[in-house]
T-cell receptor, first 117, second 111 residues
Framework: GAGVSQSPRYKVAKRGQDVALRCDPI?????LFWYQQALGQGPEFLTY????????KSGLPSDRFFAERPEGSVSTLKIQRTQQEDSAVYLC???????????????FGDGTRLSIL | QKEVEQDPGPLSVPEGAIVSLNCTYS??????FMWYRQYSRKGPELLMY????GNKEDGRFTAQVDKSSKYISLFIRDSQPSDSATYLC???????????FGSGTRLQVQP
């Protein structure tokens, strides 16, 4: 498809397990973002890549969260030793250039709904 | 206190009504302002984008930014049941790519 694709759509894990969430951005998009959306809240920024370089990871809540984009295309968000408070929807977005936002909106995928039991 | 405040609603209006959605913010560095629409179990979809103060119109949607009051609005004319969704305001300041979102207002348009 032409949009941002995320998998899996739903993930259930037991507390303490590691999980990996995948994002396929729109083809050719240089910038890739991860956001976390808690129930009833707006998305909160986690991290940003320009190509393969992780330029901003200020939103990652702890060192249990790790993101990579080794070839500048697909990205994976990994959460180690999951906790119940990690339960949320994880959204990926991409945009076409690394410069300022002007005329370069962030396009979101439908997210991965993560539930930690 | 959050950087961006948004009334969570829910806001219920009859079909055809004019809807007004609002956000206030505290960070005067914000220069780019966006409105996203999010349907249940879907990702946010960009509706409107404005830079600095002023108005922008696109079909039934009008976005307004008043930087002096740190207040932004989205107006929806001739609202339709298909407009029922959560509306998120988002902001960005120069030099940082991250968006800062409000908590969203849930809108229900009754047929």
């Amino acid at each position: 498809g032409a949009g941002v694709s995320q998998s899996p759509r739903y993930k259930v894990a037991k507390r303490g397990q590691d999980v990996a969430l995948r994002c396929d951005p729109i083809s050719g998009h240089v910038s890739l973002f991860w956001y976390q959306q808690a129930l009833g809240q707006g998305p909160e920024f986690l991290t940003y890549f320009q190509n393969e370089a992780q330029l901003d990871k200020s939103g990652l809540p702890s060192d249990r969260f790790f993101a990579e984009r080794p070839e500048g295309s697909v990205s994976t968000l990994k959460i180690q030793r999951t906790q119940q408070e990690d339960s949320a929807v994880y959204l990926c977005a991409s945009s076409s250039k690394g410069q300022s936002l002007s005329n370069q909106p962030q396009h979101f995928g439908d997210g991965t709904r993560l539930s930690i039991l | 206190q959050k950087e961006v405040e948004q009334d969570p609603g829910p806001l219920s209006v009859p079909e055809g009504a004019i809807v007004s959605l609002n956000c206030t913010y505290s960070n005067s560095a914000f220069q780019y302002f966006m409105w996203y629409r999010q349907y249940s179990r879907k990702g946010p979809e960009l509706l409107m984008y404005t830079y600095s103060s002023g108005n922008k119109e696109d079909g039934r949607f009008t976005a307004q930014v008043d930087k002096s009051s740190k207040y932004i609005s989205l107006f929806i004319r001739d609202s339709q049941p298909s407009d029922s969704a959560t509306y998120l305001c988002a902001m960005q300041h120069p030099g940082r790519r991250a968006l800062t979102f409000g908590s969203g207002t849930r809108l229900q348009v009754q047929p």
